[in-house]
């Protein structure tokens, strides 16, 4: 199983999808699309602490993280 979070003001939402089912993986990649078209920028976990930002959809990764923009004042 992959799980994509998405960080939000409340928390987190964890969706988890089956890789090798092809249509789970398209909601992923919907998902991934309609994020990040959203502002979210998305990493994916490369060690303990430690993430690499990426720009596209990646269906071997096991767990993308979705961050909110920051808003300044």
């Known amino acids: 199983m992959a799980t994509q979070i998405v960080m939000d003001l409340t928390g987190d939402t964890r969706h988890e999808f089956d890789p090798e089912n092809a249509e789970a993986l398209a909601r992923a990649e919907q998902r991934f699309r309609e ?5 979210f920028t998305a990493a994916y976990r490369t060690g303990p602490g430690e ?6 959809f990646d269906p ?3 767990e993308t993280l979705f961050y909110p923009r920051l808003v300044g004042g």
């Open 60 to 62: 071997t990764a096991h």
């Open 35 to 39: 994020l990040t078209g959203a502002g």
């Open 51 to 56: 993430v690499t930002r990426i720009k596209s």
